[in-house]
């Protein structure tokens, strides 16, 4: 059974303004019903935000997180232990499926990996995303199969091309810095009304706010990491560098 789809941040600020319209006008939802010939729960339904993502068939996790990058317009985030999730592989994304402790049939596997290649159109459609990804040295550096490793690093290059993504690595040498408290993702959405959103995924779930002061600090945090990172053009250097050495060993 498909889960039950999680709201988008836009989802239910466009319920919240369809419930204003209408107590607005003086109407409850079986008036409102009335007055679009069709029925109460037509009504309801968007308000409630009971709106699926393309993504809802194929129960797959997050679908919070899915339908956040699937509203927004910029998505800025810095990875302490994995890749950015619009930068991997299907061969990085069944590898970290078959090492989870959450038991998944072969189905849920290829729905995950499937949703994966769906989703990197963001960053290659027509009105395509803005990402700024942070990672760490030893997200990629990290012991993998050979060809996986090289095909994951060679993916990273081919999206770091691309003109609406930047890529930066902190190499281990910066030591201790602000960005070892853990990993967080931010989004940014088209409407200036739309407030910034911040996700931080932990072991057992994850966290959404809005709240300014929140999303305030969380800049200036990635600000001080991306101060401590390679430019961009050393970035490429370097993974080019890493693959190499991999191909040579």
């Known amino acids: 059974m498909p889960k039950k789809p999680e709201h988008t941040f836009r989802e239910l600020r466009f319920g919240r303004e369809l419930a204003c319209l209408r107590q607005r006008a003086g109407l409850d939802h079986a008036d409102a019903a009335i007055r679009r010939g069709g029925r109460q729960f037509w009504v309801s339904r968007p308000e409630n ?3 699926e993502g393309w993504w ?3 129960d797959v996790e997050q679908q919070r997180y899915l339908g956040l990058e699937d509203e927004a317009c910029t998505v800025t985030e ?3 232990a994995q890749l950015p999730p619009l930068l991997r592989t299907e061969e990085y994304v ?3 499926l078959a090492g989870s402790c959450v038991p998944r049939t072969p189905e849920q596997v290829d729905n995950e ?3 994966q290649v769906l989703r990197r159109r ?3 459609g027509a ?3 803005r990402c700024h990804a942070i990672i760490d040295e030893s997200v990629l550096s990290a012991r993998l199969p050979e060809a996986l490793a090289a095909g994951q690093l060679r993916h990273v290059l081919t999206m770091a091309e691309l003109p609406n993504v930047t890529v930066q690595i902190v190499p281990d040498t910066v030591g201790l810095h602000v960005g070892t408290k853990g ?3 931010l989004f940014g959405f088209p409407e200036p009304q739309d407030p910034d959103v911040l996700y931080i995924g932990h072991v057992v779930g994850s966290l959404d706010t809005d709240r300014v002061g929140a999303v305030a600090r969380i800049r200036r945090t990635f600000a001080r990491i991306e101060a401590l990172a390679l430019s961009p053009a050393e970035s490429v250097e370097w993974i080019a560098a890493l693959l190499a050495k991999r191909g040579s060993s």
């Open 49 to 51: 935000a009971k709106v």
């Open 56 to 58: 809802s068939p194929y």
């Open 78 to 80: 810095w990875q302490l």
């Open 94 to 96: 069944r590898a970290r």
């Open 113 to 115: 990996v499937e949703v």
């Open 122 to 124: 963001r960053l290659t």
């Open 127 to 129: 009105h395509p995303l």
């Open 183 to 185: 990993a967080f993702t």
